[in-house]
Every structure is written in C-alpha cells, then in structure tokens.
C-alpha cells in the first residue's frame, strides 16, 4: 500500500468516528484527534518523498 493509499484509508476509518464526535460523543472526538495525528504523520511522509523524486 502506498502512502497516499494510507492516508485515503485513513479517512474512511475515521468518517464514522468523526460524524458521532459532531452528534457530541466525547471518546469518538479522541479517536478522531488521533487519526488526524496519523494523517499529518503520513502527510508529511508524502511531502518528504515528493521532496527526494524532486532531487533525483
């Protein structure tokens, strides 16, 4: 799986989570901050290889 793939999968997972944290669920805006953690670590992996194909 590549990156962008992971951070695609990603968001899927944490629609659900995201749409109780807006209905009020507390502990599914926990889950939702920590997926977005992931997201920007992923990101910034995407930026950094984007970065290395540029110097190649």
């Not at 995201?18 to 992931?38: I, L």
Request: hydrophobic share 30%; net charge positive.
């Amino acid at each position: 799986m590549d990156l962008l793939e992971k951070m695609e999968q990603l968001i899927q997972d944490c629609r659900e989570d995201y749409n109780k944290a807006k209905g009020g669920n507390k502990a599914a805006g926990t889950r939702v901050r920590k997926v977005m953690q992931e997201i920007k670590g992923v990101a910034q992996d995407i930026r950094k290889e984007m970065l290395g194909s540029r110097e190649d």
